[in-house]
T-cell receptor, first 114, second 112 residues
Framework: DGGITQSPKYLFRKEGQNVTLSCEQNLNHDAMYWYRQDPGQGLRLIYYSQIVNDFQKGDIAEGYSVSREKKESFPLTVTSAQKNPTAFYLC?????????????FGAGSRLTVL | GEDVEQSLFLSVREGDSSVINCTYTDSSSTYLYWYKQEPGAGLQLLTYIFSNMDMKQDQRLTVLLNKKDKHLSLRIADTQTGDSAIYFCAEDGASGTYKYIFGTGTRLKVLA
């Protein structure tokens, strides 16, 4: 079945460490996204990529980095520069939005900074 | 800036109808969406409506759009305990863009 796989499901990090969250899709979607979810704040866009080897900052990109070397993969690195990284991170993908831009989401990764 | 607002909580009894409301500010949105999130999971699309439509029905779900007041609602008929989740309203800006704005989400609790 086609879908999006995020790993790990749970991740603990010490302050000062970088961590990378994996996102892989087999839907043949061109566009991929990373969102951060905090209680009572909805979803906020971190980065998105419309095509391989291209990506744009979202609303809260500071302290995060991404790469898009393959169509299927869009990993997110949470760097030590991110001041408050504890959150639930969601990866999504979509086909180019010529009509409705329906997002398909992964199951999420919960990052906790100790 | 653009904003999408929802009430945070809603509680209903099993078998009743649920109505979740949303207001948005970006009048250039082409489509408006409703997503559902179950505990510890990602979001799933429930339905969406084109901005020129007033209503869309899909089985137990009815979406109403008042474009003049920028108000969107989702009605769930015969609400079941399995409908307990967080419901997100979202708008996507002008056609062909990758812009997507989510509301804060409404946590629906269904009482048996």
């Amino acid at each position: 079945d086609g879908g999006i796989t995020q790993s790990p499901k749970y991740l603990f990090r010490k302050e000062g460490q970088n961590v990378t969250l994996s996102c892989e899709q087999n839907l043949n979607h061109d566009a991929m996204y990373w969102y951060r979810q905090d209680p009572g704040q909805g979803l906020r866009l971190i980065y998105y990529s419309q095509i391989v080897n291209d990506f744009q900052k979202g609303d809260i990109a500071e302290g995060y980095s991404v790469s898009r070397e393959k169509k299927e993969s869009f990993p997110l690195t949470v760097t030590s520069a991110q001041k408050n990284p504890t959150a639930f991170y969601l990866c999504a993908s979509s086909i180019p939005p010529t009509g409705a831009n329906v997002l398909t989401f992964g199951a999420g990764s919960r990052l906790t900074v100790l | 800036g653009e904003d999408v607002e929802q009430s945070l909580f809603l509680s209903v009894r099993e078998g009743d109808s649920s109505v979740i409301n949303c207001t948005y500010t970006d009048s250039s949105s082409t489509y408006l969406y409703w997503y559902k999130q179950e505990p510890g999971a990602g979001l799933q699309l429930l339905t969406y409506i084109f901005s020129n439509m007033d209503m869309k029905q899909d089985q137990r779900l009815t979406v109403l759009l008042n474009k003049k007041d920028k108000h969107l609602s989702l009605r769930i008929a015969d609400t079941q305990t399995g409908d307990s989740a967080i419901y997100f309203c979202a708008e996507d800006g002008a056609s062909g863009t990758y812009k997507y704005i989510f509301g804060t989400g409404t946590r629906l609790k269904v009482l048996a």
